[in-house]
């Protein structure tokens, strides 16, 4: 196998604007879904809001600095819609463009190429208020948005990501009720949101090409079950490939949204499964959806395995008692950055980026001023190690983004997980670039050929920022 990974490959890390801006009520923003949603009590840990974060919109020079010091290639961040647009159509926040053009302005003279995501998870409660992505308008609300967007960060951001993980804000936020808008709809419902989210994905790559100054690449970031073979035989493979892409009503799911987006259909098995459930299709519906992409983003963390029953068909073959688990009870399984991207690849046929991997751990600063977490750059190795083997397989993967650049709120975990290589004290802000941090300088410098050294980490080294 080869030692490093393909010349040209895309060492980055992610962030996303409400888990690390702070500054909710700074510079004229307007309310987002999730300022509500953590105002109500039981919703978030703790009682944990985003309104401050890790202040990256006062602190972002500083956190740059430290990206440059870790070698990036590429930072991913999103835009906060409610920031740019505080109604979410209309009136355009000149103070809050002015950020994003700073922001974009600092990564690129730290040499670090931008990745920009337009919708992580932030609705602009304003439109909420009008139904949301119940409201079929939504699709043009957020064409309108990427155009202010496009008008001003394009001349010098070319990578473009639509939506993040449509499967979690649809799902979680409208029919699990754990995230926000956080309220039951019946399923039907919720497919049409799902729906509507999807025309608002192909209508922002229309603008996208229309519009932007430079040439860019376009794509999305899904997230999906990813469930791997127990064996490499032919069977087992086909078993593990048929579940990883077989529809249920948890919305955690590749085809549904996937083949959408890459065929222009829904599948058959979901269109079976949903029934009177499915949304109306509009005539020329698919067609908006399905607007040639550049690549396929996809999130992944986690997965399972199975293997092939007597009748062919996928059979679950649950982990060991005790197997490896992160602070959040994710299962620890490498093989599924291997089988993940390798199917999504062989099914779409798409250049593959990794935009988002990582774990949540338990870190703290210890005594010696150091953040020491083995456990993460085991992870990530181990991770890494396997997706080189899809690269190997056959798989065109361009990239790897790790989640996360830094601690940050997780959501309705508020901010008792920590994902992030830069440690934040939440009380006081002070920066600490953690051993995972060093480590995966030196994985960017070596191409990945240090995943092969012998040793998990590195020598213990102090960088703090204020």
């Known amino acids: 196998m080869q030692s490093t990974f393909p010349t040209g490959f895309v060492w980055g890390a992610a962030a996303a604007s409400y888990q690390i801006e702070g500054a909710t009520t700074q510079g004229g923003r307007g309310e987002s879904i999730w300022d509500v949603f953590c105002r109500v009590s039981g919703n978030v840990v703790h009682g944990h809001t985003g309104d401050v974060a890790c202040d990256h919109y006062n602190r972002y020079k500083g956190d740059v600095a430290i990206m440059k010091t870790m070698g990036l290639d590429a930072y991913r961040f999103s835009i906060a819609w409610p920031r740019v647009m505080p109604d979410g159509v209309g009136a355009v926040n000149a103070a809050g463009l002015d950020f994003y053009d700073a922001l974009v302005d600092e990564i690129l003279a730290a040499g670090i190429t931008p990745w920009a995501t337009l919708f992580h998870w932030d609705f602009p409660q304003a439109l909420f208020n009008r139904g949301g992505w119940l409201n079929r308008d939504s699709q043009h609300w957020f064409a309108d948005y990427t155009k202010v967007i496009m008008d001003r960060l394009s001349d010098r951001v070319t990578n473009w990501m639509t939506v993040n993980e449509p499967q979690i804000y649809i799902g979680l936020g409208h029919y699990d009720v754990k995230h926000a808008p956080g309220i039951k709809y019946p399923f039907s419902q919720a497919l049409l949101a799902g729906h509507h989210t999807l025309l608002a994905h192909g209508r922002s790559v229309q603008v996208i090409r229309a519009n932007a100054k430079k040439p860019a690449t376009i794509g999305w970031a899904p997230i999906g079950k990813v469930e791997c073979p127990l064996t490499e035989s032919a069977a087992d493979i086909e078993a593990a490939r048929a579940s990883s892409f077989g529809c249920d009503k948890n919305f955690f799911n590749n085809s549904w949204f996937g083949d959408a987006v890459i065929f222009g259909k829904y599948p058959e098995q979901g269109l079976e499964l949903y029934g009177a459930d499915v ?42 008692p005790g197997h490896a688990r992160n602070a959040l009870s994710w299962a620890v399984y490498p093989p599924c950055l291997r089988w993940g991207p390798r199917f999504l690849y062989e099914r779409y046929k798409l250049p593959v980026m990794i935009t988002e991997n990582g774990m949540t751990n338990l870190d703290w600063v210890h005594s010696d001023g150091a953040v020491h977490d083995p456990q993460r750059i085991d992870f990530t190795r181990r991770y890494l190690i396997e997706l080189r083997k899809a690269i190997t397989d056959g798989a065109d993967i361009r990239g790897y983004f790790h989640w996360s650049l830094m601690d940050n709120f997780e959501w309705a975990e508020g901010y008792k997980d920590r994902f992030g290589m830069i440690h934040v004290d939440y009380e006081t802000q002070k920066r600490t670039l953690k051993d995972s941090g060093h480590w995966y300088a030196e994985v960017i410098a070596s191409n990945g050929a240090i995943l092969d050294s012998s040793h998990a980490g590195l020598e213990p080294k102090l960088y703090v920022y204020a």
């Open 279 to 320: 949304p109306k299709v509009q005539p020329g519906d698919m067609e908006v959806i399905s607007q040639k992409v550049d690549f396929y983003g996809c999130n992944i963390y986690s997965g399972g395995r199975v293997k092939a029953g007597p009748d062919g068909k996928p059979q679950n073959v649950w982990l060991e």
